[in-house]
């Protein structure tokens, strides 16, 4: 079992920023990437993110993401970050993190929600206009 704990969420104004953790634990060992999702109101989760331990930190991101998203992670703290800038008002979302047991090439394949097997709670972001 993985336990996934997200953090960082809040409430900013447009333009802003914030910093969200993923903390996770148990098998984290065999864990073989963590990635974010986030799902608005009404809306399907949708991907973010994600970081490959396996490839080297290899990374991927949604189009809409790039260039203002970047994920990063400490292997040996077993927790992934996402940082967020320029945030936009369509950002409102619950931010979820995911963890993959399973090794997949190239690491776009992470986009896919079925690709992973542990789910966290979600962190709430809200962006006002």
């Known amino acids: 079992q993985v336990q996934l704990v997200e953090s960082g969420g809040g409430l900013v104004q447009a333009g802003g920023s914030l910093r969200l953790s993923c903390a996770a634990s148990?098998?984290?060992?065999?864990?073989?990437?963590l990635g974010w999702f986030r799902q608005a109101p009404g809306k399907e989760r949708e991907f973010v993110a994600a970081l490959s331990w396996r490839r080297r930190d290899s990374t991927y991101y949604a189009d809409s993401m790039k260039g203002r998203f970047t994920i990063s992670g400490d292997n040996a703290k077993n927790t992934v970050y996402l940082q967020m800038n320029s945030l936009k008002p369509e950002d409102t979302a619950v931010y979820y993190c995911?963890?993959?047991?399973?090794?997949?090439?190239?690491?776009?394949?992470?986009?896919?929600?079925?690709?992973?097997?542990?789910w966290g709670q979600g962190t709430q972001v809200t962006v006002s206009s």
């Open positions: 148990g098998r984290t060992f065999s864990s073989a990437a």
């Open positions: 995911a963890a993959a047991m399973t090794d997949y090439s190239p690491t776009s394949v992470y986009a896919r929600r079925n690709v992973y097997d542990y």
